[in-house]
């Protein structure tokens, strides 16, 4: 994949934000401050206006301030943080070889910007079981990332605001955990 096609994918999450809006903002209803939604769709919602760059190294930096400077709560520093961070690792084209060295910088910005480690209940339980699996060899499918994603359901949250809810949290997908299933499908779906 090269910048144009990133370019391309990165965008068209503005779309499948404004398609599930509510649903983010039902699932952070539950076990956070119900503006996840909003968030998400404001941030890409600004990528589509604003993502610029010739080279794939600009592009996911360029997402990457944006994300910081529009998006409010907690998402906006943490996606924000990690585009920066996978531009820093990025080669000239985005290949099968080297989307685990990506997705790495991805799961490890999260793991510091968040301060997690794994099964809290947030975005890194989809991240890090992404690059699991590529570290394993394997490109994980759309159904493989939203699988990562419900698995979350049965967890209870010790991280963020969905802490507070504590076991209350069960049977809830973490809205985090459910945004990055479209942003890591959108950085995957042109990797071959």
Same mark, same amino acid.
């Given at each position: 994949?090269?910048?144009?096609?990133?370019?391309?994918?990165? $965008?068209?999450?503005?779309?499948?934000?404004?398609?599930?809006?509510?649903?983010?903002?039902?699932?952070?209803?539950? +076990?956070?401050?119900?503006?996840?939604g909003v968030n998400m769709l404001r941030g890409f919602k600004a990528i589509d206006e604003k993502l610029s760059g010739d080279t794939v190294s600009d592009v996911l930096k360029s997402c990457g301030m944006t994300l910081m400077s529009v998006i409010g709560g907690a998402s906006g520093p943490l996606y924000g943080f990690s585009f920066v961070k996978m531009s820093q690792v990025a080669?000239?084209? +985005?290949?099968?070889?080297? /989307?685990?060295?990506?997705?790495?910088?991805?799961?490890?910005?999260?793991?510091?910007?968040? @301060?997690?480690?794994?099964?809290? $209940?947030?975005?890194?339980?989809? +991240?890090?079981?992404?690059?699991?699996?590529?570290?394993?060899?394997?490109?994980?499918?759309?159904?493989?990332?939203?699988?990562?994603?419900?698995?979350?359901?049965?967890?209870?949250?010790?991280?963020?605001?969905?802490?507070?809810?504590?076991?209350?949290?069960?049977?809830? /997908?973490?809205?985090?955990? @459910?945004?990055?299933?479209?942003?890591?499908?959108?950085?995957?779906?042109?990797?071959?």
């Amino acid at each position: 994949m090269n910048a144009q096609e990133l370019t391309t994918n990165l $965008k068209s999450l503005y779309k499948v934000f404004d398609e599930n809006e509510e649903l983010l903002t039902n699932l952070d209803r539950e +076990i956070g401050d119900g503006d996840h939604g909003v968030n998400m769709l404001r941030g890409f919602k600004a990528i589509d206006e604003k993502l610029s760059g010739d080279t794939v190294s600009d592009v996911l930096k360029s997402c990457g301030m944006t994300l910081m400077s529009v998006i409010g709560g907690a998402s906006g520093p943490l996606y924000g943080f990690s585009f920066v961070k996978m531009s820093q690792v990025a080669e000239e084209e +985005i290949t099968r070889d080297n /989307i685990g060295n990506l997705i790495e910088a991805f799961k490890d910005a999260i793991a510091s910007r968040g @301060q997690v480690s794994g099964g809290e $209940k947030t975005m890194y339980d989809v +991240i890090s079981k992404v690059s699991d699996k590529l570290n394993a060899g394997e490109l994980p499918t759309t159904d493989d990332l939203q699988q990562f994603a419900d698995d979350t359901k049965s967890m209870i949250a010790t991280k963020g605001r969905a802490a507070y809810f504590k076991e209350q949290s069960v049977g809830t /997908i973490d809205p985090g955990a @459910q945004s990055s299933v479209w942003v890591l499908d959108a950085l995957l779906s042109g990797v071959s």
